[in-house]
């Protein structure tokens, strides 16, 4: 599969342009053979809102308007997309990505991780499982900006036989060690495929810096943003790759499996509960 990841700024409240700028990235990466392109974080909504009632105005239930009209460009072109929104359930808002394809909303996930910055102040952290969804023979998952700080989601998404991570993100500046690093680190160890696209632009102050990324199982860069310009990337998925995590360099004397290699019974202190106050709940 050929993937594109669009590097680009997002009006903040302005719903029906941001759809049909993503509708019209989905024609020019269609024309360039991209048959899933990832979006940023909050593309169709903006991010920086200051309350939860300014947030739910610009949010909408699963499947919705937003994803029925980007259903209706996958249709058109037979292609497939990832992109950032927020997601309303009732009174509850969340900081959501979608994977949509010519049959409609595939799969959605809900931000687990949420940091004291834009519309995440008011958000409900995400209360489902890390899952995979197929499309078009690549297993596909979803994580959002600040879960690729920690490497347990793409750890989980991995054991669940994902082959492609897709992490639609808003880094601000103090992001740009995670944006350099961390998203080649965490395709290696878990040798899959990672795509992490920022978007840019200024919104209520805050200048997203880009350093959009696609790395290989083996966490090599295959494509590359190098700042705060809107571009595209795009580099090409080979799933037996992904496939493939016993890895010989030199049959019998040097062989490892970052999978099978794991010692779970050690790792039990990841999962204790702390009383450690987030950064939310200092200020409420």
């Not at 903040?12 to 990832?38: C, F, K, W």
């Not at 394809?101 to 834009?118: C, N, Q």
Request: with cysteine; aromatic share 8%.
């Amino acid at each position: 599969m050929k993937i594109a990841g669009v590097q680009m700024d997002v009006t903040l409240a302005d719903v029906p342009a941001n759809i049909a700028r993503m509708q019209s990235h989905l024609h020019e990466t269609h024309r360039h053979g991209a048959q899933l392109t990832i979006f940023p974080e909050c593309a169709a909504t903006g991010y920086c809102y200051e309350s939860l009632e300014e947030g739910l105005q610009y949010a909408e239930p699963l499947p919705g308007p937003i994803t029925e009209q980007m259903t209706a460009t996958c249709r058109e072109l037979g292609c497939w997309t990832v992109f950032g929104m927020l997601e309303q359930d009732g009174d509850r808002l969340f900081n959501a990505a979608v994977l949509v394809g010519p049959e409609g909303l595939i799969g959605s996930y809900r931000k687990v991780h949420l940091p004291f910055l834009g519309i995440d102040m008011f958000t409900t952290p995400g209360d489902r499982p890390f899952a995979v969804h197929e499309a078009n023979g690549v297993n596909i998952g979803m994580n959002i900006c600040y879960d690729s700080a920690f490497p347990e989601p793409s750890r989980c998404l991995a054991l669940e036989g994902v082959d492609l991570i897709a992490l639609p993100t808003n880094w601000p500046p103090g992001a740009e060690c995670v944006a350099q690093s961390a998203i080649a680190t965490r395709a290696m160890e878990n040798a899959i495929y990672y795509a992490a696209i920022n978007r840019v632009g200024n919104e209520r102050g805050f200048q997203f810096i880009g350093l959009s990324s696609i790395c290989a199982p083996n966490g090599s860069v295959l494509a590359s943003s190098l700042g705060t310009d809107e571009e595209i990337l795009y580099a090409e998925i080979d799933v037996e790759k992904s496939r493939r995590k016993h890895i010989k360099r030199v049959a019998g004397k040097h062989e490892i499996d970052r999978l099978a290699d794991r010692r779970p019974e050690m790792y039990g202190k990841i999962t204790e509960p702390h009383d450690l106050p987030t950064p939310r709940q200092k200020h409420q």
